[in-house]
Every structure is written in structure tokens, then in C-alpha cells.
């Protein structure tokens, strides 16, 4: 014989001695006998239970899933290494004021190359990062 919680249709803490003992007196009174077949997890509809439909998605569904989780990797990735590269040109922003005495046209080059990160063949996932000059 078995006992079990009924919460929301759903068999819950589905045991097979009595809950007395183990459970608070009001806690106890929620166990009911349910057939030996009952797990947890099991729905009572009209008197009448049933085994949870398990739901087995698709391959469509399963590569879909993928497709938006890696969209959803990549446009995270993509706004990271946006921030890092935004992060080297706001620091190298000193070498074009006109008074500097920096090589302008190699750390113009340099910046132009962190502009150019996102066209880079496989950013966001994999990045090469220009070296200062």
C-alpha cells in the first residue's frame, strides 16, 4: 500500500509505509492511498490516475533551441568584445589630439584596426587583437 500528497492534481512525497511519524499531524492528514503504481509526479483527473505525458521535443525543435542559444552566446560575446575594444580606443584616445608627439599614423592605424574587430572571420568567437604600436 502506498501513501502519497496530493498538491494540484500532482501525487507529491509518494511513500510506501505510513507518512505517521515522519510527518507533523496536519501534514499527515494530506496522505492519501493511492495504488501501488502511483509515483510522484503522477496527475488524478476525475478520480483516475495517469502517468505525466513526457514531452520529447523534435530534432527541428532540438536544433532550433541550438541555432537561438548560440545566436544568444554570440550577440553576448559580440557586445563583451565591443566594450573591451571601445575600453582600447577611449585609452589610446590621447595619441590623435594635435599637440601629441605620438607616431599619429601608426596608432591611427592601430585604432582603425580595433574599429575593424567586428569584421574580423570569426569574432565574436574567436578575435585577434592588433598590437599597440
Not at 520529447?56 to 550577440?75: F, G, W, Y
Not at 569584421?119 to 574567436?126: E, H, I
Request: overall charge negative.
Amino acid at each position: 500500500m502506498k501513501y502519497a500528497r496530493i498538491q494540484n492534481t500532482y501525487a507529491v512525497d509518494v511513500r510506501l509505509d505510513s507518512p505517521e511519524g515522519c510527518y507533523t499531524p496536519n501534514i499527515v492528514a494530506e496522505f492519501v492511498e493511492v495504488p501501488d503504481e502511483v509515483m510522484g509526479g503522477w496527475i488524478l483527473s476525475d478520480g483516475v490516475w495517469a502517468a505525466p505525458v513526457i514531452y520529447t521535443p523534435s530534432a527541428e525543435e532540438l536544433a532550433a533551441r541550438a541555432e537561438a542559444q548560440l545566436t544568444a552566446t554570440k550577440e553576448s560575446l559580440s557586445a563583451s568584445v565591443r566594450t573591451e575594444r571601445n575600453a582600447k580606443l577611449a585609452e589610446t584616445d590621447w595619441t590623435q589630439i594635435i599637440d601629441s608627439t605620438a607616431d599619429k599614423a601608426a596608432w591611427a592605424t592601430y585604432r582603425q584596426a580595433l574599429r575593424d574587430i567586428t569584421t574580423q572571420a570569426g569574432f565574436p568567437l574567436t578575435v585577434e587583437w592588433p598590437v599597440q604600436p
